[in-house]
């Protein structure tokens, strides 16, 4: 398994800078464009496909060199089950997932993302892979005894939130002006610096990032469910692919469902990364309904 996170030569060469690195990629690292409908059988004949990842563990992220979490390991089943037996990985910023899908710089995402009406405009969305909920991440003893959104709200703490996630989108609803963070490791930073006095995130990812750092001056609240306008919102999250490949998004589901109507099967394949029962998907909360905004 491959992880590409660096440019051709004639891309780095028109970078002014490390921070323009991100927006470069999207023009310089592209997978080939195929027939809608074709990329499927593309895949198979080439015998490797090219996802694009934010490096949120334990989702998807890059270990030792090598592409790795729940979402990869999930890919590596259906994916060779579809006879692709190579998942390369090109990293990204998590808010440049879905453009980058567009731009054609990899074939799908892995990165658990959040099945929403908006992303649901740009993009097409495997059945719901992973249930989670929210979490926070306080300055130990969480002084400002902050327990969900409503309460950081309330409270005026400084919040850090992930470009583009779930999270980001719970503070701009409730008025909370969020700082935003690249990475999970930013946002850990963003606390531990004083610059943020929480960081919000899927309850998993923060727990994986606490016990991965247990010298790191932070806390993790229990879990919840945020409520937005008196709604509670259903966490649920899958791979992402263009609404120009429907083979491959079906194909996909199909292989999928296999996996996710057999617990011991799915805890076998993301057990180790944290992962339980809690999160195994709930067959009521569908794409569909998910993408219409019904749930």
């Not at 990842?53 to 390991?73: K, R």
């Not at 963003?190 to 806390?219: C, E, M, Q, Y």
Request: some cysteine.
């Amino acid at each position: 398994m491959t992880v590409t996170n660096s440019l051709p030569r004639r891309c780095v060469a028109v970078l002014a800078g490390a921070a323009l690195v991100g927006a470069a990629l999207v023009g310089c690292t592209r997978t080939e464009v195929t027939e809608p409908g074709q990329l499927l059988d593309h895949l198979r004949e080439k015998g490797s496909i090219t996802v694009g990842f934010a490096g949120e563990a334990p989702y998807s992220f890059e270990e030792d060199g090598q592409l790795t979490g729940a979402t990869v390991a999930l890919h590596r089943e259906i994916f060779g089950a579809l006879g692709i037996e190579t998942v390369d990985g090109v990293q990204t910023e998590f808010g440049a997932l879905i453009p980058g899908l567009q731009a054609n710089r990899f074939d799908a995402v892995s990165a658990g993302m959040s099945i929403l009406p908006k992303r649901c405009e740009q993009a097409a969305f495997s059945e719901p892979e992973f249930m989670y909920t929210t979490a926070l991440m306080v300055k130990p003893g969480n002084p400002l005894n902050l327990t969900d959104m409503q309460s950081v709200q309330a409270s005026g703490a400084k919040m850090a939130a992930m470009t583009g996630a779930i999270e980001s989108d719970y503070a701009a609803a409730l008025g909370i002006g969020a700082t935003q963070v690249a990475t999970p490791q930013d946002g850990m930073d963003a606390v531990t610096s004083g610059r943020a006095d929480v960081f919000a995130l899927t309850a998993i990812s923060l727990n994986w990032l606490k016990n991965h750092n247990p010298d790191a001056a932070v806390d993790v609240t229990p879990s919840f469910v945020a409520v937005i306008d008196g709604k509670p919102q259903v966490g649920a999250g899958g791979t992402v692919f263009r609404t120009s490949d429907p083979d491959l998004l079906a194909a996909y589901n199909t292989e999928l469902a296999k996996i996710t109507a057999d617990k011991d099967r799915y805890l076998s394949i993301v057990g180790k990364f944290g992962f339980t029962e809690r999160e195994l998907p709930d067959p009521k909360y569908t794409t569909a309904k998910l993408c219409e905004g019904e749930i």
